[in-house]
């Protein structure tokens, strides 16, 4: 490529990266309202799914992500522990992320505190173990077993949080909350081997590769995105991070969309010049 | 992301450069100082400890993001210290969270000889196997640590054959093979019964015009030709979805990342 049409890429790259910049600063900085959205179908299965459970059932959350996915994924944990403590269900977390347990334990101190639950009673975080897939089975044979003890070195055995809960069968749900291709370990050795529902809150990146799984049941409901984070927090009657986030993400969409019409606008009156083939 | 192409500079341009890297450092520091000195100089201790922690994560921040101006110095630095950092987080994470409670407590710290000899019948297998993997570094004794690859493979093959067989290959097929009027219901109103049919037909033609397009056996002839560039329609309906959605994954981290910046660091009310 000659030197001049270099420059000229790098320069149209930079101004690129500042309208998107900007795209997004503005409408922060001027407080644009929030629009008004409708929840998707999707969210609502997964509201709808924590919602249909008994007060005292135990929900698996498996919090499968890392500071990496904070943004779109934060807000659906917090979502989702909010919900179950209205809903006075015990979540019991896990995570085979190595990076996770340090956000996860500040998720869970932030909800706690928020709604004056305590760990080892009324939620567990039974933190970090390696194997993967390992995992996900050995805990369908028993939780304890494979937890001795959780993230704050508290021993399970014993614990109310786990009364009555001797393996991943005895749990009401499963929720996962995952950057990568996590939720298709915990669809295989957790929820279909093991009958219990499943539903995910996954990376937008990660959402179309979930859908064939939603059309067959095997996934109950998805949360996808930070979309489906302002979903969920618009089906709890809140305004958090997600929801504030949407008038950001519409400016930078409408953006989006206007530079990808405007750049191929371009180029089809370039082709008819005779200056592009 | 991909390397930006390095152009020959005049020592102008790198002298304005630097001037505005100088510019730049020195309005972040005036920034922060500005921004966090309740919590840079009260009383609390942790505040100042957050605070710290925030201007450094601003930084780090920023000197990632001035990638897409040039890489540079400043950028290979947080890169490396992003790794590293990474990686030292996951070792502690392990050792404390799995070696320390499988490994070392049960059979350093066992409170009886009988829980130390179930530690040494149950966990000795698996710590050997682990130990041997650690022999790839060896040329020498590299190859025992096959044994433990060959009991790796064996076990992921054998469990994996059946459950992915069971998740992505027949329950899928069993969703694909559904009538079509499956999702007419008695209750729902005529659209959406309407929908759900027009849902499921274009299943079934997308499924079929896709499968045949990858279909190299025989020659596409004139209707076959039609039916294979209706596959790379609806393949490329899906490569659209899939974009789009990437797109709002990246953006939703930008949006993160701006979030701290202006009302974390920043500490633009809200």
């Known amino acids: 490529m000659p030197a001049n049409d270099t420059q000229g890429l790098i320069r149209t790259r930079r101004i690129i990266y500042l309208l998107v910049a900007a795209a997004i600063i503005v409408p922060y900085v001027i407080q644009m309202p929030i629009p008004s959205f409708h929840a998707q179908e999707e969210a609502h299965k997964v509201y709808d799914r924590v919602e249909s459970l008994p007060a005292g059932s135990r929900v698996l959350i498996a919090m499968e992500f890392d500071p990496n996915c904070e943004a779109e994924l934060r807000p659906m944990a917090e979502g989702i522990l909010r919900h179950c403590f209205a809903r006075k269900l015990v979540p019991i977390l896990v995570t085979t992320n190595y990076i996770a347990p340090a956000l996860i334990s500040d998720i869970c101190q932030k909800i706690a505190k928020e709604t004056g639950t305590v760990s080892g009673k009324d939620w567990v975080f039974l933190g970090y173990r390696p194997g993967m897939a390992n995992v996900v089975i050995t805990m369908g044979e028993s939780i304890q077993r494979t937890f001795e003890t959780d993230n704050f070195s508290q021993t399970t055995r014993d614990m109310p949080a786990l009364a009555g809960v001797n393996s991943l069968k005895d749990v009401s749900l499963i929720t996962v909350i995952s950057l990568g291709d996590t939720v298709n370990m915990w669809i295989q050795y957790g929820s279909d081997r093991l009958k219990v529902p499943l539903v995910a809150g996954v990376t937008a990146v990660m959402a179309p590769d979930l859908y064939p799984y939603l059309n067959t049941g095997q996934v109950k409901g998805i949360l996808a995105g930070l979309r489906g984070a302002a979903d969920y927090e618009l089906l709890l009657h809140r305004s958090d991070d997600a929801a504030k986030g949407m008038q950001v993400q519409s400016v930078a969409h409408g953006l989006l969309i206007a530079l990808i019409i405007g750049a191929n606008v371009r180029f089809l009156f370039r082709r008819a010049q005779g200056k592009e083939a | ?270």
């Not at chain 2, 682990?130 to 190859?143: A, C, N, P």
């Not at chain 2, 002839?221 to 490569?239: A, E, N």
Request: hydrophobic share 50%.
């Open chain 2, 1 to 270: 992301m991909e390397p930006q192409a390095q152009t020959t500079e005049s020592p102008m341009r790198r002298t304005v450069e630097a001037a505005v890297m100088i510019a730049l450092g020195t309005a972040f520091v005036v920034a922060s100082i500005l921004c966090q000195k309740d919590s840079l100089f009260g009383k609390n201790a942790n505040d100042r400890i957050e605070a710290v922690g925030i201007i450094i994560a601003a930084a780090l921040t920023l000197i990632m993001y001035s990638f897409l101006y040039r890489d540079n110095p400043l950028f290979k630095i947080a890169e490396n210290v992003y790794i590293g950092a990474q990686l030292g987080y996951g070792a502690i994470n392990t050792w404390r969270l799995a070696l320390r409670p499988q490994i070392y407590n049960p059979l350093a710290l066992a409170p009886s000889n009988q829980a130390l000899w179930d530690a040494l019948v149950f966990r000795s297998v698996p710590i050997l196997l682990g130990v041997l993997l650690l022999t790839r570094l060896s040329r020498k004794h590299g190859w025992l640590s096959r044994y433990s690859y060959s009991m790796m493979v064996g076990w992921g093959a054998g469990m994996t054959i059946l459950v992915m067989t069971d998740t992505n290959i027949l329950q899928q097929l069993q969703a694909a093979a559904k009538p079509i009027q499956a999702g007419v219901t008695a209750d729902a109103g005529w659209w959406a019964n309407a929908g759900a049919v027009t849902g499921a037909l274009t299943v079934l033609v997308g499924t079929v015009c896709v499968l045949f397009y990858f279909f190299f056996s025989i020659p596409h002839g004139p209707v076959g030709q039609r039916v294979s560039k209706t596959g790379i329609w609806f393949l490329m309906l899906s490569f659209g979805a899939s974009f789009g959605y990437t797109a709002m994954a990246r953006i939703s981290l930008v949006i993160g990342r701006m979030r701290f910046l202006l009302f974390e660091w920043l500490k633009i009310p809200q």
